[in-house]
């Protein structure tokens, strides 16, 4: 009888946990092919919750899409912004050896998510000395859905197939896979890092105050054009792939990676459809440009320390019927040494290849 309770005792008791740093066989992105690997988590500290010492995934949190933003930029209380903040996840998994094998495709999206995550913010650490502690320590929103309350009935929404990073909450909100992805958004290494490009230009341009977005008839599609681009070339920094996002959604793959098919002259003819995210793309391609010749991470520094000077531009002449991308551009080249200006000279003409862009510091 007590040889049973031994194996009732094992067999169906307290499920095993693993201690960190943990292990886990995921679906990961190498060089840009997603295959089964085994890979190591540095950050997190509790897998069953999805928690660890650079953020936490919670599920469940319904954003609320009746806040009224401007009393919440004015105040800095982000209290309204959620009607659910969201719970703690649970991870579903079993071990292996010691590795961590999950059990349901949303605890491999959620392991997937984390990974991403971690080695996008290795990178901005090695290279940037960024401490979250100090710029912010994001929450990473796993499903979460959308609510809207009119009169009496409380609608709620979920999107599907997208990312965002929700800068009035300083969060990611990575929404509900579909069955158009073929690797999951949210495990996708080169979307988690152009998310979390986002953020870096949130840091950088704006110091974290969403009120700088908001000029009374300010051009905003080009903020939101070159925010884009900037994600995106910094993704390719990030992952150093640039075909990362077809992965996911091969329409994605022409209107995204990077060189795209057109330039400002050309941008009218061009085959995208997403509006701004079509210039932005044009200065994509320009930074990957130049960084063939000065790397990736030279060319980040120089955005780095651009986006400060640009957003004095921005609140200057963010109104004027003259405000482009060549104000932004300007700013980086200042920042460059004398042989990085040439490099960053012959990219950004090449690209933006039109009068009205004006690059003072290139004559
Ligand atoms: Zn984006």
């Known amino acids: ?200 230009f949130h840091l950088r341009f704006a110091n974290n105050d969403d009120s700088v977005y908001k000029l009374a008839n300010g051009k905003t599609t080009e903020i939101d054009g070159i925010n884009e681009g900037v994600a995106d070339f910094l993704s390719y920094v990030v992952t150093g792939s640039v075909n990362e996002f077809e992965k996911s959604l091969p329409a994605l793959g022409e209107q995204r990676s990077m060189p795209v098919s057109w330039t400002y002259s050309s941008l009218m003819l061009a085959s995208c459809y997403g509006s701004y995210y079509c210039k932005g793309s044009i200065l994509a391609s320009a930074l990957h440009e130049a960084a063939q010749t000065l790397g990736g991470v030279p060319v980040a520094q120089l955005i780095w320390d651009a986006l400060p000077y640009f957003k004095e531009d921005w609140r200057n002449y963010g109104t004027t019927s003259g405000f482009d991308y060549d104000y932004f551009l300007n700013r980086i080249v200042e920042q460059g040494s004398a042989s990085q200006k040439i490099t960053l000279c012959a990219s950004f003409k090449k690209w933006f290849d039109k009068s009205s862009i004006v690059l003072g510091d290139c004559s």
């Open 1 to 200: 009888m007590k040889f049973i309770f031994l194996i009732l005792l094992f067999g169906c008791g307290q499920r095993q946990l693993p201690e960190a740093p943990y292990r886990a066989r995921i679906i990961a992105s190498v060089g840009g092919n997603y295959v089964a690997k085994v890979v190591d988590y540095t950050y997190l500290n509790d897998v069953v919750h999805m928690r660890g010492s650079i953020g936490e995934i919670k599920g469940h949190a319904k954003v609320n899409l009746n806040a009224d933003y401007d009393d919440v930029v004015a105040t800095g209380n982000t209290d309204q912004l959620y009607k659910t903040v969201g719970n703690s996840v649970e991870l579903n998994f079993h071990l292996e050896s010691n590795v961590i094998i999950p059990n349901d495709m949303a605890s491999m999206e959620m392991l997937g998510l984390y990974y991403g995550y971690e080695q996008t913010i290795s990178f901005w650490q090695k290279e940037f000395d960024l401490d979250l502690d100090v710029s912010g320590k994001p929450v990473l929103h796993f499903n979460p859905e959308l609510a809207y309350t009119s009169s009496q009935e409380q609608t709620v929404g979920t999107q599907k197939m997208n990312a965002a990073f929700f800068s009035t909450a300083g969060d990611f909100l990575f929404y509900k896979t579909s069955d158009q992805e073929e690797i999951p958004i949210k495990m996708n290494y080169g979307i988690i890092a152009h998310e979390f490009g986002h953020y870096v």
